[in-house]
T-cell receptor, first 119, second 113 residues
Framework: SAVISQKPSRDICQRGTSLTIQCQVD?????MFWYRQQPGQSLTLIAT?????????ESGFVIDKFPISRPNLTFSTLTVSNMSPEDSSIYLC????????????????FGAGSRLTVL | QKEVEQNSGPLSVPEGAIASLNCTYS??????FFWYRQYSGKSPELIMS????GDKEDGRFTAQLNKASQYVSLLIRDSQPSDSATYLC?????????????FGKGTLLTVNP
C-alpha cells in the first residue's frame, strides 16, 4: 500500500489567512484526491489533482478558494484561502493503490489528515 | 445528488455481541461498496468491500449487499473493544476508472467490555 505523509497534522489559523497543506506519497500515482471532513460530517471530495493538468473540482468547490498544485507524480498541495471559521475541518489526501483491488475497484488509501481550526 | 445514508449512532454493544451497521444509497448505478473504519483522530482505513448481491465474509466481518433495496450492511461478530470506532459506508458509482467515493456520515460504534 502507498504511504502518504501529510503536513501540517494540525494548525490553528486566523480568519482571513491562507494555509497550504502538503501531501507526499512514497510512490508515483497518476491521481491524488483531496477530501474534507467537517465536524460530524462525512468525507466530501474537494478535487482530483492530476499531474500536468489543472485540478478537477467537485460541485461547490472552486479554484480560487482551494487552489491545488501537482508538480510531480508524488506530491500535491492544497491551499485553503481566505479562511473563515466554516473552513475548520480535517483535510485528507488520498491516492489509489495500484495493483490492490477490492471488488474490481482500486482501493483508496488516506493520509492521516490535517486538522485546521480557524478562529 | 448521490446520497449515502447511515445511522449516526452511537451504537453501543457489549463485548462478544454482534454489531450491525446499515447503509442505504440513492444512486442505482452504484457498483462498488466499501466500509472504512476510522478511529478518533486517525484517517479512514478500508476493512471490507463488496460488489455482488449477497454476503461476503472476512474474518469477523461480513458485508451484505442488496442492490434491489439499495442497501448495504456490515456485521461484526464477537465484537471487541478495539472495534470501537466510526464506520463509514462509501459508494463508488462506476468502474475502476473512477475513484470518486461518496461517503456516509458514519456510525459511531462503542463496544463495552
Amino acid at each position: 500500500s502507498a504511504v502518504i505523509s501529510q503536513k501540517p497534522s494540525r494548525d490553528i489559523c486566523q480568519r482571513g489567512t491562507s494555509l497550504t497543506i502538503q501531501c507526499q506519497v512514497d510512490s508515483q500515482v497518476t491521481m491524488m484526491f483531496w477530501y474534507r471532513q467537517q465536524p460530524g460530517q462525512s468525507l466530501t471530495l474537494i478535487a482530483t489533482a492530476n499531474q500536468g493538468s489543472e485540478a478537477t473540482y467537485e460541485s461547490g468547490f472552486v479554484i480560487d478558494k482551494f487552489p491545488i498544485s501537482r508538480p510531480n507524480l508524488t506530491f500535491s498541495t492544497l491551499t485553503v484561502s481566505n479562511m473563515s471559521p466554516e473552513d475548520s475541518s480535517i483535510y485528507l489526501c488520498s491516492v489509489p493503490n495500484w495493483g490492490e483491488t477490492h471488488s474490481g475497484a482500486n482501493v483508496l488509501t488516506f493520509g492521516a489528515g490535517s486538522r485546521l481550526t480557524v478562529l | 445528488q448521490k446520497e449515502v445514508e447511515q445511522n449516526s449512532g452511537p451504537l453501543s454493544v457489549p463485548e462478544g455481541a454482534i454489531a450491525s451497521l446499515n447503509c442505504t444509497y440513492s444512486d442505482r448505478v452504484s457498483q462498488s461498496f466499501f466500509w472504512y473504519r476510522q478511529y478518533s483522530g486517525k484517517s479512514p482505513e478500508l476493512i471490507m468491500s463488496i460488489y455482488s448481491n449477497g454476503d461476503k465474509e472476512d474474518g469477523r466481518f461480513t458485508a451484505q449487499l442488496n442492490k434491489a433495496s439499495q442497501y448495504v450492511s456490515l456485521l461484526i461478530r464477537d465484537s471487541q473493544p478495539s472495534d470501537s470506532a466510526t464506520y463509514l459506508c462509501a459508494v463508488m458509482s462506476s468502474g475502476g476508472s473512477n475513484y470518486k467515493l461518496t461517503f456516509g456520515k458514519g456510525t459511531l460504534l462503542t463496544v463495552n467490555p
